[in-house]
């Protein structure tokens, strides 16, 4: 049962929809403007309901992948998580260096905890009941990496613990918040939704990737593509940015034709919520295509404007949306298991939430009108998170209703 995780995500999901509204409103000046809004506004997205998904998710999806029995509910894992987080929230408003602390610590042990009973699920190669045939991706192949994705993370949470606890120093990190966003998005995020593609995709397209064969030279690329993104901004060096910054791109555009193509030609296959994914990835990539722009300096390129508002872009328009998609797909699952688990999404979702990516970059370069447009942007993506927050409701209170008749528990996704 992971709907403990569920649950916390749909709420964190509700606060992230009023903290972008907020933004909207103070961006239109109509209200002022409160300490670590911003860090709430990032944070209720990706530490809210991505983690909370994520430890809700993999040990069940890896046990169903791997033909191994499902894992029991871990109780510990889901208070540690949650009380790291709840001490956080209050920390880092007051910017209280004991509750940042002991909160980030909490979540780093909790990351530990799910990484350690991921590894102890390892199949011993020839195991696996069914081994895969050619054009069949190895049923393993995901849980490298969500277990990579989580090293990741806990490089993030320690530079993101120390980022206000002088630890910067000590670490000897150049420039900590360019560690603590790649740790987080170019390893954590990239690697995790790139194992949910890998072990999801049949499911919810009724194909298998384009190229099954290309799955381990993508793992190893994104893994070497995000430590040079890692310890190029740690150490101040170009010669791991830049490589870096190559291997992430290959082995995420390598990633999403492996997903695009094999649907390519049938329209009716493009669901809305096959369209989030796509064009989630989109926004994953602007800040990597602009990044060379701003390493060379090139005059009037707003560069220091891109590297403000760029992560708030990258959140909203990549982590949000591919969130869009596969968030409702997981709760029918856990909720609904008779029904046909489909990807989430709307047209109207689609519409604004890539219109909201399209004004916040809009923002950066026409400068004379950088409020309206920053507001505008968090209008739309404030409407585009509506009627997804409708849709999980729906599933939940379907769900719950269809519980209530028939006395049994939410099935494990
Ligand atoms: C324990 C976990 C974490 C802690 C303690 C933490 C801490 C921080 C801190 C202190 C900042 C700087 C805020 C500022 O200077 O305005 C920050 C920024 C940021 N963090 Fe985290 N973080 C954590 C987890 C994450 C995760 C999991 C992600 C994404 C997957 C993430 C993505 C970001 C981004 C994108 C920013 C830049 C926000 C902006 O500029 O608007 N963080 N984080």
Redesign the pocket.
Known sequence: MSSPYFFMAFLYLLMAVLTALDAALTSFTLLPWFNGL??L???FI??GV??QITFGLLPGLVAIRTGQARPKFRWDIWATLNT?MLV?LIG?PLVNRTL?FS??TL??IAVVLLGLQLYGMRVAPGASSTPPTDNEVDPRAGRKFYLMGLAY?LV??IV??G??LGWVGALRIHTP?EV??PA??WG??SMVFAGLLVDLYPRFSGRQLAWPRSITPIFWLMTLGALGLVVGPWIASQYFIVPGLILHLVATIWLWLNFVQPAWKERCSWSPGMRHIALSYFWMLAPVLVAPLILLGVPGFPGAGIE?NA??A??YGW?LQFGYAIVPFLFRRAFLPKEPAKLGGSTFSLVTVNLGGAFLWASIFVTSYTGILHGTAYALWTLSALPITAEIWGIVRDGLARLETSGAAPKQT
């Open positions: 911003r860090w506004r990032v944070h990706t530490l991505l983690t790291g956080l880092i940042i909160g980030g979540i780093f993370f993030g949470i993101g613990t980022l206000w918040i603590h966003i987080n998005n954590l995020l403000q992560p708030q990258l959140i982590v």
